[in-house]
C-alpha cells in the first residue's frame, strides 16, 4: 500500500511541476493576446493590468487599414509557402538520392555537406545578395525566398529517415518497369509522409520569422514581410504596446495553429527519424 502511495504521490508532484512550468511558459503569450485587445495606453500602467477593462478590436483595425499590415501578411504567407513547398521537394530527391541511389562520391558529397553546417548562414549572404542584383533579383519574392529553397539539416533528415526503405521493395519495382520518378513519387513519398510534414513544418517556420535576409533583399517597402514591417511598426509606436502586441499576436498565431494541427505528424517524425536508419 505505501508503495502505491509513493507512486501517485510521485505522479502528483510530477504532475504539478509541469503544469506550474507550463503556466510560466505559457503566461507570457496569454498577456500578450490580452494586451492586444486593451485600450490604448492601458497596459501602460503600473502594475500592468492582466485583463482589459473594455475590449476592444481597435488595435487590429490600426494595424490592417493604417499600418498595412494585411499586404505584409501577404507577403510573408507567400514566401513561406513557396519557400516550403520548394524545399520541401528539393530536400526530399536530395535525401532519398544520398539514402538510396548509388552514384560516384555519394558518401564525400555528403560528408562535405555535413561539415559545411558550421559555416554560419550569414557568411554567404553578402555574395549571395550581390549575385541576385546582378541577376535582377533584388526586390523579388524569388530572391527572398533562396535562401530557404535546400538546407543541408533537411537533407540530412530525410536520408536518415530513406535509409530504413526495404531496398527489395525499391528493386521490384525496378523489375516491374518503374522508372526512378515513378518510384520515388509513388512509393517513397507516401512512406516518407512523417518527415515530409516535419520537414515542411521547420521551413515555414524558418521562412515565416526570418528577418535579417527579407531585411536586406527587400528593401522595397510594399515587399516587406511580417517580423520586418513589425520591427519598423516598434520604432514609430514605441509607446503604444497594444498595437505592438497586437502585431505580434497575428505574426504568432499562423505558425502556432500550423504547429498544433500538423503536431502529431511532427512528433511521429521525429522520433522515427531518431531510431531509423
Same mark, same amino acid.
Given at each position: 500500500m505505501s508503495?502505491?502511495?509513493?507512486?501517485?504521490?510521485?505522479?502528483?508532484?510530477v504532475n504539478g511541476a509541469l503544469i506550474v512550468i507550463a503556466a510560466i511558459a505559457l503566461a507570457p503569450i496569454v498577456w500578450m493576446v490580452?494586451?492586444?485587445?486593451?485600450?490604448?495606453?492601458?497596459?501602460?500602467?503600473?502594475?500592468?493590468?492582466?485583463w482589459p477593462d473594455q475590449p476592444t478590436l481597435h488595435n487590429y483595425r490600426e494595424l490592417f487599414l493604417r499600418a498595412g499590415?494585411?499586404?505584409?501578411?501577404?507577403?510573408?504567407l507567400i514566401i513561406a509557402t513557396g519557400v516550403t513547398l520548394v524545399s520541401v521537394l528539393l530536400n526530399t530527391l536530395a535525401g532519398y538520392a544520398f539514402a538510396k541511389?548509388?552514384?560516384?562520391?555519394?558518401?564525400?558529397?555528403?560528408?562535405? *555537406?555535413?561539415?559545411?553546417?558550421?559555416?554560419?548562414?550569414? $557568411? #554567404?549572404?553578402m555574395p549571395l545578395f550581390l549575385l541576385l542584383k546582378q541577376m535582377g533579383l533584388v526586390n523579388t519574392y524569388f530572391g527572398a525566398m533562396t535562401t530557404g529553397l535546400a538546407s543541408?539539416?533537411?537533407?540530412?533528415?530525410?536520408?536518415?529517415?530513406?535509409r530504413s526503405l526495404p531496398d527489395e521493395?525499391?528493386?521490384?519495382?525496378?523489375?516491374?518497369?518503374?522508372?526512378?520518378?515513378?518510384?520515388?513519387?509513388?512509393?517513397?513519398?507516401p512512406t516518407l509522409k512523417p518527415i515530409l510534414v516535419t520537414l515542411a513544418i521547420f521551413a515555414f517556420l524558418g521562412a515565416?520569422?526570418?528577418?535579417?535576409?527579407?531585411?536586406?533583399? *527587400?528593401?522595397?517597402?510594399?515587399?516587406?514581410?511580417?517580423? $520586418? #514591417?513589425l520591427a519598423t511598426l516598434s520604432r514609430e509606436h514605441v509607446q503604444d504596446n497594444e498595437l505592438m502586441m497586437a502585431g505580434a499576436v497575428v505574426t504568432v498565431i499562423p505558425v502556432l495553429v500550423l504547429f498544433?494541427?500538423?503536431?502529431?505528424?511532427?512528433?511521429?517524425g521525429l522520433l522515427v527519424g531518431s531510431v531509423k536508419g
Open positions: 508503495a502505491v502511495r509513493q507512486r501517485r504521490m510521485s505522479a502528483v508532484f490580452l494586451v492586444s485587445f486593451m485600450q490604448p495606453g492601458e497596459a501602460s500602467h503600473f502594475p500592468p493590468p492582466w499590415m494585411g499586404r505584409y501578411f501577404a507577403n510573408s541511389l548509388k552514384f560516384k562520391g555519394r558518401e564525400r558529397t555528403f560528408r562535405a *555537406l555535413l561539415a559545411a553546417l558550421v559555416i554560419p548562414a550569414q $557568411v #554567404a549572404m543541408i539539416f533537411g537533407i540530412f533528415l530525410v536520408r536518415q529517415y530513406a521493395l525499391l528493386e521490384a519495382a525496378r523489375i516491374d518497369g518503374a522508372g526512378e520518378l515513378r518510384i520515388f513519387f509513388q512509393i517513397v513519398l515565416w520569422n526570418d528577418f535579417m535576409w527579407p531585411l536586406i533583399v *527587400l528593401g522595397d517597402q510594399s515587399m516587406q514581410t511580417l517580423p $520586418v #514591417a498544433l494541427v500538423l503536431q502529431r505528424y511532427y512528433l511521429q
